[in-house]
């Protein structure tokens, strides 16, 4: 699953208890108190991509594609991450930061605009569909070239779609839908067969799902495929340190080369957000992602660098595991915990979180409140999918007597070990106390946290995902029993069939009014508690042109270039 980490005041203190103090205390008690709190807006007339003039709070800025005349030839750019990305292969892969380094050099059948459209890449066309909704026939690409010299066509496309359906731990396989078979009736056409009509497949076709594996490398790596991936791109795979760096560098067989400018992108690891700005502000990146909301209105002042900015289409949110006892993948098995087992728990947990709270005092109304997986500025919204439970801590406590559970109640959350994610954590444990929990934090590496939630090694789990635009990929991953990134475990017959349903209508109306139903179900039993959405704030030096961000969050590198 995918993180935005967020901003941190204060670092980790070990045998400290993760107990709120100093600064975080003040805008806990602030926030807890009710007091209204004014965010941080950033300053006018900052320097930002997209032509540079004012930006406020709130205003997108995605950034513009590079101007061939006004760039050099050459160079390696480097990218400040906030995370080490998981596998470097698309078919198994779950985090944001692996979609960074994939953006560069394995592209996909389709992609999205800034808009958030879905528009063709190694398709030439958007797919044409049957009437009666079970075959779709893909034109691709012709006189394209994987980075090891093999042909990209009908049949590689194929293998990779197979991959992605039978791979054991794939995370695409329910992303793809009922896929039956595909066919390749010549080296420029791929037609997929379903059983029933699936409503999300092009969608899903312009993310991981569609990225296009070299079938020489997946026959010589088979499932190590990410120590050495192949696509196609305008990079190639160089080298990875784990934990520190990763580097691709340009692919002279790549089909539009002549669009690409530098010799090499590198990925650095840093997790500290402030040490990522001091970074982009002394030149040693370029690039720096998921920006602190404390750094952001300062880094906008500064002339040397631009922040792009966009609302995420994702969440970020707080997973409780109630059946994943025997891992991901496997027949579930319920966890005996009294929040596990009674949805009235789990209602309280909900029930104890000030979301206005979070995002005016903790992350200076950058953010935004959200109660569903669903973004209110999807086609897919509704009055329905948008409702929030209040913030009322003695109605939690009233449910936790009902349930029979002792006050406080200790629940366990896991986090990710850098300031940012620490920061949050503390804010809700102050905040759920007032509902009768007793938040204890267990802080992990950001890796070992991936490995943990897939092995259900958790009781309550702080993940976020960084969104798509159809809001079946938001969902039915995560919630339905056979989706392949349901860590929770959660299982609902009713929310199977309303997914299922949403998935095989092709009339958006319905759609929306079933996701309405899915969020009202969701909100009910609570195997998610939804809590905002980030602003997806990514730094950039005015040294370099064409980095783009559009509201899918990935960070767009490929075709940039320094300034002449």
Known sequence: MTRRLLPSLNRFIPGSGLRVAGPIAAVVALALAGT????????????????????????????????????????????????????????????????????????????????AKVVPQLATALPTISSDGLSLTIPLKEGVKFADGGTFDSNAVKISLNRHLTLAGSARKSELGPITSIETPDPKTVVIKLSKPFAPLTAALADRAGMVLSPAAVAKLSANFSSAPVCVGPFKFASRVAQNSIKVVKDPLYYDADKVHLDAIEYRIITDSSIRSANLKSGDAQVADSLSTQDAPTLQKDSSVSVLQSQSLGYQGLTINIANGNGIGNPLKPLTTPIAKDPKVRQALALSIDRDALVKSIFNGLNTVACSPISPKSQFTSDAAQVCPPHDPAKAKQLLQEAGVSTPYKVTMITSNNPDSLRLAQALQAMVKEGGFDLVIKPIEYASLLDQQDRGDFELLQLGWSGRVDPDANIYNFVATTGSQNVSGYSSPEVDKLLTDARQSTDQAQRVKLYGDVVTKLQQDDPIIYMYRQRNLTGVSQKVQGIQVYPDGVIRTAFAGFTK
């Open 36 to 115: 209204a709190c004014s965010p941080v807006q950033p300053a006018g007339n900052d320097n930002n991509s997209g032509g540079g003039g004012q930006t406020t709070a709130g205003q997108d800025v995605f950034g513009d594609p590079a101007k061939a005349d006004q760039v050099k030839q050459g160079g390696t750019l480097t990218v400040a991450l906030s995370a080490d990305p998981d596998k470097l292969d698309p078919t198994l892969s779950r985090s944001l930061y692996s979609r960074y380094v994939f953006h560069t050099m394995c592209e996909k059948l389709y992609d999205l605009g800034s808009d």
